[in-house]
DNA sequence: TAAACTAGTTTATATTATAAACCAAATATA
DNA sequence: TATATTTGGTTTATAATATAAACTAGTTTA
């Protein structure tokens, strides 16, 4: 009946994060910062869990001196974002 | 951007209680069983929750001697389903 | 050179989800 | 008529999660 959700995407900062992703293609740390308000740990935290299962992709360097953290979903991260959106669809549409 | 989702809803198994609820309004702890495969302890502590926070109502008589629990969506219990499913949204209408 | 800021990471904690173990009563079986 | 099994659950234990607070390392500004 019920397909089971990724638990990796089945998160509200994760899924912020991908759905960001998979619409800007490349996003950095301070841009999903601003666009999700979560804290920069929590941020921190959920990026490497992302990355760690290959769901985007992260890229450090250095702008202005400072640290920069560039992050960009993978082939696998958009099919797995759409496995996710397929499958809490059909928790959504109840047939009343 | 992202609307917040609701934590008692955004748990597969109590999402699916609910989707399953909300589109028979009435089900017991059985067909509950069934339709989401889940163990009977977990089944027994999410319907608590839900119960608590008022979503669902919980009536236990006797059937065929037997204990029997059945379970209702409350107007509240809606709502809530109704609102997770518009915040939700948000996050998969990804504009590419 | 000290204070404040940038860009993060690590750690600690509280909450969750889940299954395993348990329970009481009813029914089936030997 | 014991006792084993089944029904319909609940309680408890554990492992995984999400999250914020605290911390690090370096840069810029006053």
Redesign the pocket.
Known sequence: MFKDLD??L?????LSIMSLLVSVESA???YLLDETG????????????LKDAKYIEVK?TF???????VCKVTKTGINAFERYVEAISGYLNNKK
Request: net charge positive; no cysteine; aromatic share 6%.
């Open positions: 638990p990796l089945h998160s509200q900062l994760r950095d740390f301070n979560a804290t920069k740990g929590n941020i921190s935290v959920q990026i490497n869990k450090k702008k202005n001196n400072y640290p920069h953290t």
